[in-house]
């Protein structure tokens, strides 16, 4: 079975940080490129920020570029994103998810992903 686990999310005030994982279990971390999607009352699903499984590279969305850090510690199965200078629009339910894309550039696109976590809430508010 192939699980993503999302976890770091909570309460913060505006400009503040929250650091989320994504625990992947059930296949190799290395071969699978992850995304981070979010979706907000009333508003589709979008996708953030992804991290490619070859090189490392990564792609931010430009309304979190300069704020947000993906990362990946394959050792650990774990890919996280920094959140710095939040602010209320980015609340949401977070996910991650994998895509079986080893030799391929990461996709901020949801159609590729097979593999989604549960999600976890992340709230913006003074």
């Known amino acids: 079975q192939l699980q993503l686990v999302e976890s770091g999310g909570g309460l913060v005030q505006p400009g503040g940080s929250l650091r989320l994982s994504c625990a992947t279990s059930?296949?190799?971390?290395?071969?699978?490129?992850i995304g981070w999607f979010r979706q907000a009352p009333g508003k589709e699903r979008e996708g953030v920020s992804c991290?490619?499984?070859?090189?490392?590279?990564?792609y931010y969305v430009d309304s979190v570029k300069g704020r947000f850090t993906i990362s990946r510690d394959n050792a650990k199965n774990t890919v996280y994103l920094q959140m710095n200078s939040l602010e209320p629009e980015d609340t949401a339910v977070y996910y991650c998810?994998?895509?079986?894309?080893?030799?391929?550039?990461?996709?901020?696109?949801?159609?590729?992903?097979?593999?989604w976590g549960q999600g976890t809430q992340v709230t913006v508010s003074s």
């Open positions: 991290i490619s499984s070859s090189d490392g590279s990564t």
């Open positions: 059930g296949f190799t971390l290395d071969y699978y490129a």
């Open positions: 998810a994998a895509e079986n894309a080893r030799f391929s550039l990461c996709t901020i696109r949801e159609g590729p992903y097979d593999y």
